[in-house]
């Protein structure tokens, strides 16, 4: 499918990682996204030897092309259900971006199914633009992201203030220090997430770093914290995410809180204008348990 391959391509920004994700030849992605290319009239992607980045029609149809597949998973979804004679469910399709508390979902979501045990509740993965975009579409009924400036006809409520954190290896001249500013980071390989995932978190991050007067070099990107923290143990450079994205300390690895103006973000839970009720109970839920500290494990 067309707007498959142009996520997964946007996401990955390389054809063969894409095709993988995808089960299928780099050929056969590289057609749809160059058929998609024909129909729009307008180049989505920059291609060299060594590198594939996102054009401004690519950045600007990606939360669209989320949205949309939200929109189709949905109705698939609902389609197969009927179809194998299921009385009729509502569906509530939760947006969720890489990067945030997924612990805090998981803890609300068993109380959400007892609520509302004819709700059939998809998750999705996509960036908070998207999320905007799907929410006004009426294609998802709920998300979770981060703070953006621009949600007209979207309620935003946070649910927790986020610092960003540098990792680093454990024997790293910085690994003793209780804190760093963004000018300590000038200049420096730092390893964080990609802008299309997340372009609220990484103009928060440049942000930080034009107020301190520095310099923000990064040099890789990856789209999982793990994946961040195995470039950090192998020496690449300094990664930088956000505490919530760290469920465990990675072994060998320091976590070091950025200080100074703009080194936080907002979580946030959004809602369309008129949620459902099995929205609002999951946004109460969330609010409600963002509050408290996690149940200890026995």
Same mark, same amino acid.
Do not use: K, Y
């Given at each position: 499918?067309? @707007?498959?391959?142009?996520?997964?391509?946007?996401?990955?920004?390389?054809?063969?990682?894409?095709?993988?994700? @995808?089960?299928?030849?780099?050929?056969?992605?590289?057609?749809?996204?160059?058929?998609?290319?024909?129909?729009?009239?307008?180049? @989505?992607?920059?291609?060299?030897?060594?590198?594939?980045?996102?054009?401004? $029609?690519?950045?600007?149809? %990606?939360?669209? &092309?989320?949205?949309?597949?939200?929109?189709?998973?949905?109705?698939?979804?609902?389609?197969?259900?009927?179809?194998?004679?299921?009385?009729?469910?509502?569906?509530?399709?939760?947006?969720?971006?890489?990067?945030?508390?997924?612990?805090?979902?998981?803890?609300?979501?068993?109380?959400?199914?007892?609520?509302?045990?004819?709700?059939?509740?998809?998750?999705? &993965?996509?960036?908070?633009?998207?999320?905007?975009?799907?929410?006004?579409?009426?294609?998802?009924? $709920?998300?979770?992201? +981060?703070?953006?400036?621009?949600?007209?006809?979207?309620?935003?409520?946070?649910?927790?203030?986020?610092?960003?954190?540098?990792?680093?290896?454990?024997?790293?001249?910085?690994?003793?220090?209780?804190?760093?500013?963004?000018?300590?980071?000038?200049?420096?390989?730092?390893?964080? +997430?990609?802008?299309?995932?997340?372009?609220?978190?990484?103009?928060? %991050?440049?942000?930080?770093?034009?107020?301190?007067?520095?310099?923000?070099?990064?040099?890789?990107?990856?789209?999982?914290?793990?994946?961040? &923290?195995?470039?950090?143990? &192998?020496?690449?450079?300094?990664?930088?995410?956000?505490?919530?994205?760290?469920?465990?300390?990675?072994?060998?690895?320091?976590?070091?809180? %950025?200080?100074?103006?703009?080194?936080?973000?907002?979580?946030?839970?959004?809602?369309?204008?008129?949620?459902?009720?099995?929205?609002?109970?999951?946004?109460? $839920?969330?609010?409600?348990?963002?509050?408290?500290?996690?149940?200890?494990?026995?």
């Amino acid at each position: 499918m067309e @707007l498959e391959s142009f996520v997964a391509v946007a996401e990955e920004l390389h054809f063969g990682r894409a095709a993988a994700r @995808l089960h299928r030849g780099q050929p056969t992605v590289s057609d749809a996204v160059r058929r998609l290319e024909n129909t729009l009239g307008g180049r @989505l992607f920059h291609r060299t030897s060594r590198r594939v980045s996102l054009t401004e $029609l690519g950045e600007a149809l %990606l939360p669209d &092309a989320h949205a949309a597949l939200a929109q189709l998973r949905r109705f698939q979804q609902r389609g197969r259900s009927l179809a194998a004679g299921d009385r009729i469910r509502s569906t509530l399709v939760v947006g969720h971006a890489e990067f945030t508390g997924q612990q805090l979902l998981l803890r609300c979501l068993p109380q959400l199914r007892d609520r509302f045990p004819d709700v059939t509740i998809v998750p999705e &993965a996509m960036s908070t633009a998207a999320q905007v975009t799907a929410l006004r579409a009426e294609a998802i009924g $709920l998300g979770i992201g +981060w703070a953006t400036g621009d949600v007209t006809g979207v309620r935003a409520r946070v649910l927790s203030t986020e610092r960003f954190v540098a990792l680093v290896p454990a024997a790293h001249p910085l690994a003793g220090r209780a804190e760093l500013s963004a000018s300590e980071l000038s200049t420096t390989d730092l390893l964080t +997430w990609p802008h299309q995932i997340n372009s609220g978190l990484c103009d928060r %991050l440049l942000s930080a770093f034009r107020i301190g007067g520095a310099d923000l070099r990064i040099i890789r990107t990856a789209d999982s914290v793990h994946a961040i &923290a195995a470039h950090v143990a &192998a020496g690449t450079g300094i990664g930088i995410t956000v505490e919530s994205a760290l469920d465990h300390r990675p072994p060998g690895l320091r976590t070091i809180p %950025l200080t100074g103006p703009s080194t936080t973000v907002d979580q946030v839970v959004l809602t369309p204008a008129e949620p459902s009720d099995a929205a609002t109970a999951l946004r109460d $839920l969330l609010l409600h348990a963002s509050a408290e500290p996690p149940a200890a494990d026995h």
